[in-house]
């Protein structure tokens, strides 16, 4: 009896040594196949940053191969309607050579012939689409009409002159593309994009890039106007949401018609686009976001953004006309300040000299107001068309611009004196 039990232990000890032994192969085999898979994911994620890399260098060699100075001939092939009062017109060159790639969220300057008036009109519109159609640009306006409460004011020039007077087969001056507000495509970081009205456009190029271009970075795409009449490309919208599940699309009305806008149906949020709203349905703060729209909705827009703790380097935005945007009131403050009221301003070329006045607005308002004329385009600091040389003194910017001038001249439309100033204008 004593015999069999210890033959039984030593059985129970030879198949408990194994099991041991079988499983510690098991287990160094699986270690080893995570560390293989480990090292297969870092090798996967080193190529994809060298891609990445190999990738923004042929973009940049594309680009200043294709690229162009000044104004190049373009030709309107197609002019499509597409809603609230916004029309699209695409744009292939005139000389039937390649285009240079843009980033998305960059615009396009126009030197416009408009009948009846003494010089070109310069102006810059948004691109609109995906960079991914290397045949043609494309650029949708809104036509400005008259306020509704001042019917007599005329309506916008360029942008009446594009809608009424421009059909396919025009021909086009037009810069290359650029500007500094633009998705880097090559980042996978979550984004929240957001349009008021037709600053829909630089944002709509960024949503269209992210989708035909396969990525998977979570989207978040708000976009702002009054009531139907005013939205455009619904069923755009409607496909990006049935086909991009990484995109989540939200359509706000401002100023809903009862009986006639159905939210849920026609739209989502009831409201303007406003901070709060993301605090309540985004995860978090910790995206990096992508804004245009008209002065006031920027204006609430980044600074809730600032109070709720966004960082500024994740706060990306454009505002095409008076650009009144502004990140902290120190550059207002230093244009407000107590001396500020008693600068003397020199137009030059027009043989003025005025006492500043800070609530007119920039050095271009200020210009307009007294009669003398400064060349503009974006009015934003964008476009480069109002820079004026300063002959004596010095200006501070209200919105600093992407690209500041070279020492001794100032962009008339973001800046304002802090000294006395003598502008060749």
Not at 143 to 168: I, Y
Not at 352 to 371: C, Q, R
Request: hydrophobic fraction near 40%; aromatic fraction near 10%; include cysteine.
């Amino acid at each position: 009896m004593l015999d069999q039990l210890v033959q039984l232990a030593a059985l129970l000890f030879l198949v408990a040594s194994g099991a041991y032994v079988a499983m510690l192969v098991v287990g160094r085999a699986r270690a080893a196949g995570i560390m293989q898979r480990s090292a297969e994911v870092e090798t996967a994620l080193l190529r994809a940053n060298v891609d990445l890399v190999m990738d923004k260098r042929r973009f940049e060699a594309k680009r200043s191969e294709l690229v162009w100075n000044g104004f190049r001939k373009f030709e309107i092939v197609r002019k499509q309607q597409e809603g609230g009062g916004i029309c699209s017109f695409y744009l292939q060159p005139h000389d039937k050579k390649p285009l240079p790639p843009f980033l998305p969220g960059q615009y396009l300057t126009f030197q416009l012939h408009i009948p009846g008036q003494r010089k070109p009109a310069i102006r810059c519109y948004s691109l609109s689409d995906s960079p991914n159609h290397p045949d043609y640009y494309r650029v949708s306006i809104k036509k400005v009409l008259p306020p509704r409460d001042k019917p007599d004011v005329p309506p916008g020039l360029s942008s009446s002159f594009f809608h009424d007077q421009l059909d396919e087969g025009d021909i086009l001056d037009v810069k290359a593309p650029g500007g500094h507000f633009f998705l880097d495509l090559t980042k996978p970081s979550p984004v929240v994009l957001i349009g008021g009205g037709v600053g829909l456009t630089p944002v709509l190029s960024m949503l269209n890039a992210i989708c035909e271009s396969g990525s998977k970075r979570e989207t978040w795409f708000l976009y702002g106007c009054r009531h139907g009449d005013d939205l455009v490309m619904r069923a755009h919208f409607d496909r990006i949401r049935r086909e991009h599940d990484n995109v989540r699309i939200f359509i706000f009305y401002s100023d809903a018609r009862e009986g006639i806008d159905e939210a849920g149906r026609d739209y989502d949020v009831g409201s303007r686009i406003s901070v709060d709203w993301m605090k309540a349905n985004l995860p978090s703060s910790n995206y990096e976001y992508y804004l245009c729209g008209p002065p006031p909705f920027m204006e609430s827009l980044v600074s809730g953004l600032e109070g709720w703790g966004v960082p500024e380097k994740d706060i990306n935005f454009e505002a095409f006309g008076p650009a009144t945007v502004k990140r902290t009131p120190a550059a207002q403050a230093s244009a407000e300040s107590a001396g500020a009221s008693k600068f003397q301003v020199t137009f030059a070329k027009s043989g003025k000299t005025v006492a500043w006045s800070p609530e007119i607005g920039s050095l271009l308002d200020f210009a307009e107001e007294n009669g003398v004329a400064i060349e503009f385009g974006c009015r934003a600091g964008n476009c480069g068309t109002c820079l004026t040389a300063i002959k004596v003194g010095d200006v501070t910017y209200v919105n600093p611009p992407g690209s500041p001038p070279e020492a001794g001249s100032c962009l008339a439309c973001v800046s304002v004196p802090k000294s006395n100033l003598t502008l060749d204008a």
